[in-house]
């Protein structure tokens, strides 16, 4: 009853820029915390960033100050705006959603995963 898609990723040259997004869709009452988790090659998926309904907002270590996370409500969307791209950066980049929904007469939170957006940094 509630999808998220993901848009934006793509091949760029080291030090370029790229702005991912991720929408929500389906019966949401409230969107609660939202955020951009990347998996490279051969490792594990780690955390990028994170922002709450309150927009507060955290940062892996190896993005600050490159990478801004942002929402807007109205669209039920998570954007992450990627800026100083490394060849590290290359990943598939996932949207993930804490979302209450309507499901028959009653409300339900469920977390969400989007199916992914590749992002590849030349060098």
């Known amino acids: 009853q509630v999808q998220l898609a993901e848009s934006g990723g793509g091949l760029v040259q080291a030090g370029g820029s790229l702005r991912l997004s991720c929408a929500a869709s389906?019966?949401?009452?409230?969107?609660?915390?939202m955020g951009w988790y990347r998996q490279a090659p051969g490792k594990q998926r780690e955390l990028v960033a994170t922002i709450t309904s309150g927009e507060n907002t955290t940062y892996a270590d190896s993005v600050k100050g490159r990478f801004t996370i942002s929402r807007d409500n109205a669209k039920n969307t998570v954007y992450l705006q990627i800026n100083s791209l490394k060849p590290e950066d290359t990943a598939v980049y996932y949207c993930n959603a804490d979302i209450t929904y309507y499901s028959v007469s009653s409300f339900r939170r469920d977390d969400y995963w989007g199916q992914g957006t590749q992002v590849t940094v030349s060098s």
């Open positions: 389906g019966t949401i009452f409230r969107i609660n915390h």
